[in-house]
């Protein structure tokens, strides 16, 4: 059994299928994805990282089609910024736990603020520092603060 650490550290079993899954969510056809999915699975033997084995895919793709080489690579970095955007959702919903609420809004995060006495305002003054826009309005008499990354 061959197991892939994926980017958050959690490991799971090899699976074909999610291989599969992806190359058609990027625009392949079954057949190119399962044809791709055996090959790897034939290759692979000992255990991986997760993106090990998305070079693989797209070192496979490239080889009969590079079209599909190159929107599995933009599929693949779509799915990592997501991920990565998730990740900062959690951290800030960690530092105002009790305070106030976070989602993703498009590109950024939106804070609802609930007990402002009470919010870590320092951390989130860095954190806003550091992005290319920041709006701050009242909905409700909540203040929300609406942020983007930087890229």
Same mark, same amino acid.
């Given at each position: ?19 599969? @899954? ?11 994805? =399962? $044809? ?12 991986? +990282? ?10 496979? =793709? ?10 599995? $690579?933009?599929?693949? @970095? ?5 991920? @990565?955007?998730? +990740? ?26 609930? @007990?402002? $006495? ?21 909905? +409700?008499?909540?203040?929300? =603060? +609406? ?5």
């Amino acid at each position: 059994m061959v197991m892939v650490t994926k980017r958050n550290g959690a490991q799971q079993e090899f699976d074909k299928g999610k291989i599969t @899954k992806s190359i058609v969510k990027a625009g392949g056809t079954q057949k190119e994805a =399962l $044809a791709i999915a055996e090959i790897l699975a034939r290759r692979i033997s000992v255990d991986i +990282d997760s993106s090990q084995i998305r070079a693989m895919i797209i070192e496979e =793709l490239g080889e009969n089609n590079k079209q599909l080489s190159h929107e599995y $690579a933009r599929y693949v @970095k779509t799915i990592e910024k997501l991920a @990565k955007q998730g +990740d900062i959702l959690e951290e800030i919903r960690t530092v105002i736990k009790g305070t106030a609420t976070a989602s993703i809004a498009g590109a950024g995060y939106r804070i609802y603020i609930e @007990k402002p $006495a009470e919010f870590p305002w320092a951390v989130i003054i860095d954190l806003l520092t550091r992005q290319d826009r920041v709006v701050a309005y009242r909905i +409700d008499g909540r203040l929300v =603060l +609406d942020f983007s990354t930087k890229p």
